[in-house]
């Protein structure tokens, strides 16, 4: 189910609810599990489900509500406010201030759309008169490199890069090094993935980690992978300090669910979305707008 589609059958569980004459327990509960099958259907994991109609059960009981109430509109705030708070983690992102270098560092698995998420980051900051670069730690993927200098050559964003070197651990560190000493004020480090989690993937991440000390972390996620995505993110949060997440290719057949799970998962921010394969298909990422949008 997508997104929209998640709206629409929330929107429309509401609203059976309030057409019934007398809106008691049994109607708040039928409202409640057809809220909880969109989501599960839109690949929100089972856990997070199960929480989300809990507080809904304690936020909206028809017996403590006085006669004149808006059911209808208290259980609407009530669905609007569980999946805000599902969204946000408590806590904003660390975010990059312009002249003070940052080296901020991007993870996820092989296709999730890193590498295309990197430059679309860089571009973004160098409107707003940054002065970012581009360090291509992904040794595993054939042609990453190519890939990156390419996109980096297109936005006209310094990068760095090796076609010999294969450890990744010494290209980030001379790649940040370099772009230090070059005054950028964002050093984007993009590094290897792989087709699943793997120990060696997760251990090259740390050494990464290690060496080039990055202000940020983020976890980029294809919004398509349902519900793989809450543990995935886990995985990753459990290997290295994520901050922010990306979720990338918003524009296909997606899943929206992906996105609260691997909030959940990693109790960091989604920060941006991936809207498209072109640079200026990206969106930063407001958690009240996008649930607003999402239940009409
Ligand atoms: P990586 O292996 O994680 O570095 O992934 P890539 O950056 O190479 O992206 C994999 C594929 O997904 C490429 O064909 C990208 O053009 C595409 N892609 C990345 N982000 C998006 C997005 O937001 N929307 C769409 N439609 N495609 C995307």
């Given at each position: 189910m997508v997104l929209a589609e998640l709206g629409g059958r929330i929107s429309s569980a509401l609203q059976k609810m309030s057409n019934v004459t007398v809106i008691d327990q049994k109607a708040v509960q039928e409202c409640i599990n057809e809220i909880n099958?969109?989501?599960?259907?839109?690949?929100v994991s089972?856990?997070?489900?199960?929480?989300?109609?809990?507080?809904?059960?304690?936020?909206v009981n028809p017996d403590d509500l006085a006669a004149g109430h808006n059911k209808r509109k208290i259980m609407q705030q009530a669905v609007f406010n569980e999946l805000c708070?599902?969204?946000?983690?408590?806590?904003?992102?660390?975010?990059?201030?312009?002249?003070?270098?940052?080296?901020?560092?991007?993870?996820?698995?092989?296709?999730?759309g890193k590498t295309t998420t990197c430059t679309k980051y860089a571009h973004y900051y160098r409107k707003k008169g940054?002065?970012?670069?581009?360090?291509c730690a992904d040794t595993f993927r054939a042609g990453a490199f190519?890939?990156?200098?390419?996109?980096?050559?297109?936005?006209?964003?310094?990068?760095?890069?090796?076609?010999?070197?294969?450890?990744?651990?010494?290209?980030?560190?001379?790649?940040?090094?370099?772009?230090?000493?070059e005054n950028s004020d964002l050093i984007i480090v993009d590094t290897s993935g792989r087709h699943k989690q793997e120990a060696s993937l997760?251990?090259?991440?740390?050494?990464?980690?290690?060496?080039?000390?990055?202000?940020?972390?983020?976890?980029?996620?294809?919004?398509?992978?349902?519900?793989?995505?809450?543990?995935?993110?886990?995985?990753?949060?459990?290997?290295?300090?994520?901050?922010a997440v990306i979720i990338t290719k918003m524009d296909g057949h997606a899943k929206g669910g992906g996105a609260l799970s691997a909030v959940a998962a990693t109790k960091s921010p989604v920060i941006f979305l991936g809207t498209g394969e072109h640079?200026?298909?990206?969106?930063?990422f407001d958690v009240k707008p996008f649930v607003s949008r999402l239940l009409g």
């Open positions: 099958r969109a989501l599960l259907q839109s690949d089972f856990k997070l489900v199960q929480t989300l109609a809990s507080n809904l059960k304690k936020t708070g599902l969204l946000d983690p408590g806590k904003p992102s660390y975010t990059p201030k312009k002249g003070k270098q940052c080296v901020v560092m991007f993870v996820g698995l092989q296709g999730s940054f002065k970012p670069s581009l360090v190519d890939q990156l200098k390419q996109n980096a050559t297109k936005a006209n964003i310094p990068f760095f890069g090796s076609y010999t070197e294969t450890d990744p651990v010494v290209i980030a560190q001379s790649g940040v090094e370099k772009f230090k000493k997760f251990e090259e991440m740390r050494q990464v980690s290690e060496v080039t000390k990055p202000d940020l972390i983020i976890f980029v996620m294809d919004s398509s992978i349902g519900q793989a995505a809450f543990d995935q993110a886990q995985a990753f949060k459990q290997s290295v300090p994520v901050g640079m200026d298909e990206f969106e930063p």
